[in-house]
């Protein structure tokens, strides 16, 4: 007669016997739980990099067109063409009230695949918040400042090259008599910030435009003077010009008057919104595809169980007939059920994560910002109701081994 109710030698004696079947069960549902926690935080790292890589941008200006390649282009330096600004529109800007500065951003040209962006020198500084964490900002023409990630020293010398990327061999070999006369010397190095402008370098916007034989903004080609005031009839259009309004009042008074026939304003908040809403739609799927999926799972690893807690049904049988009670004999199959699943799910967060850390490092270094992976609550709330109801299925396995008489266990053994 069994005096004792420990269920657990007898749980821990048929997992060890069975131990393929344990693997096996623990693998699926880990699979199955990793999948929805990818989904779910990939998404989340992806709002929260996306959001932080477009703090330095208030409000943006750009020809008419798509708002969203005007963004993308210029807050996450994608290789777009887009259509160029007026000239007289940057001398608007920066004269209008309320605003701080406003930086044009101006493409084209790379080193070594690192964009070079001509601003001014209030937006390589962001007003003076943002101080180099060696030498300085650029003060003249010829001096550029490179971004945590760009590997050049200070002092260091380079010639730009046209395009957005780094040109083939055969194209570097027989070079660009444009560029190659102009030379840029290393003044400061930006601290992380964990974007894509980590990778940009900034000169003078004037040297840009110089490059590329336009007007650069000022009386003379050779003017020493860089960043406004502009000579009117002097500048050349730009691609985007980024405005840091005084105020949040500012910031929507200007949006308000430079939304012209000839340009657009907007806010990247506005923009990256509305591709949120649209990668909702997306992780809404997902999620669902992810759910259906450990339903799917777990029901086939529920049935693989239950047929193999039928085929021990002498194992059970013995038991009874030495004195285990039903309620015994239940708990033993029901524990082993839920520590399958309980395994499989804690398996399958330590997979989800390190998964989701592996993929979004790599999209890190294709989109150019990086991305944390944070577990939040709806990650737990997906274990917990996976737990929630493997340990009310799980009641249909030990319900038939409960059920099933003595004598019918042993003789059909």
């Known amino acids: 007669m069994m005096q004792s109710f420990n269920p657990f030698p007898i749980v821990g004696a048929d997992l060890r016997r069975n131990r393929l079947l344990v ?22 790292a992806l709002r929260q990099g996306s959001a932080r890589a477009a703090d330095d941008f208030d409000l943006l200006l750009g020809a008419p067109g798509s708002n969203t390649q005007l963004v ?19 001398a608007k800007a920066s004269t209008a009230p309320g605003v701080k500065y406003a930086a044009p951003i101006a493409f084209g040209d790379n080193w070594q695949g690192h964009s070079i962006v001509g601003t001014i020198a209030d937006f390589a500084s ?49 070079g660009d008599p444009a560029h190659d006369a102009v030379r840029y010397t290393v003044v400061g190095r930006l601290p992380p ?30 003017a020493p003077q860089i960043g406004p005031p502009w000579d009117l009839s002097q500048l050349s259009g730009v691609p985007a010009i980024a405005i840091k309004p005084d105020s949040v009042a500012s910031a929507y008074r200007l949006r308000a008057l430079f939304r012209t026939p000839r340009s657009v304003a907007v806010f990247p908040a506005e923009v990256l919104n509305d ?21 799917l799972v777990v029901a086939a690893v529920l049935m693989a169980l239950l047929v193999g ?27 082993e059920v839920v520590l399958l699943i309980t395994a499989g799910a804690a398996l399958g967060v330590l997979f989800g994560w390190g998964a989701s850390n592996l993929l979004l490092h790599w999209m890190a270094s294709q989109l150019g910002f990086s991305m944390p992976v944070r577990l939040g609550a709806t990650e737990g709330l997906l274990v917990v109701a996976l737990l929630v109801t493997a340990a009310v299925v799980a009641i249909l396995p030990a319900w038939l081994v409960f059920r099933r008489p003595i004598a019918e266990g042993l003789v059909s053994a």
Not at 79 to 90: E, F, K, M, N, R
Not at 126 to 155: C, D, K, M, N, W
Not at 198 to 219: N, S, Y
Not at 275 to 295: C, E, F, K, P
């Open 23 to 44: 693997w096996v069960t623990v693998l699926l549902v880990a699979i199955s739980v990793a999948t929805g926690i990818a989904v779910i935080s990939q998404e989340r």
């Open 72 to 90: 993308l282009t210029t807050v996450y330096l994608r290789p777009q063409a887009i259509p160029l600004l007026g000239g007289d529109l940057l």
């Open 126 to 174: 962001r007003a003076g918040t943002l101080l180099p964490t060696q030498g300085r900002s650029f003060q003249r023409r010829g001096e550029a400042v490179v971004g945590a990630s760009v590997a050049l020293a200070i002092g260091a010398t380079f010639s730009p090259a046209h395009g957005r990327h780094r040109p083939a061999d055969d194209e570097a070999a027989l």
């Open 193 to 222: 910030r964990q974007n894509i402008w980590d990778t940009a370098i900034l000169v003078p916007i004037e040297d840009v435009w110089q490059v590329h034989g336009l007007p650069v903004g000022h009386e003379g080609s050779g």
């Open 275 to 295: 591709l949120y809403l649209t990668l909702g739609n997306v992780r809404d799927l997902m999620s669902l595809l992810a759910i259906t999926t450990q339903v």
């Open 309 to 335: 807690f039928l085929a021990r049904q002498r194992q059970f049988a013995v038991l009874r007939a030495i004195g285990a009670s039903r309620r015994y004999v239940f708990c033993v199959v029901w524990i």
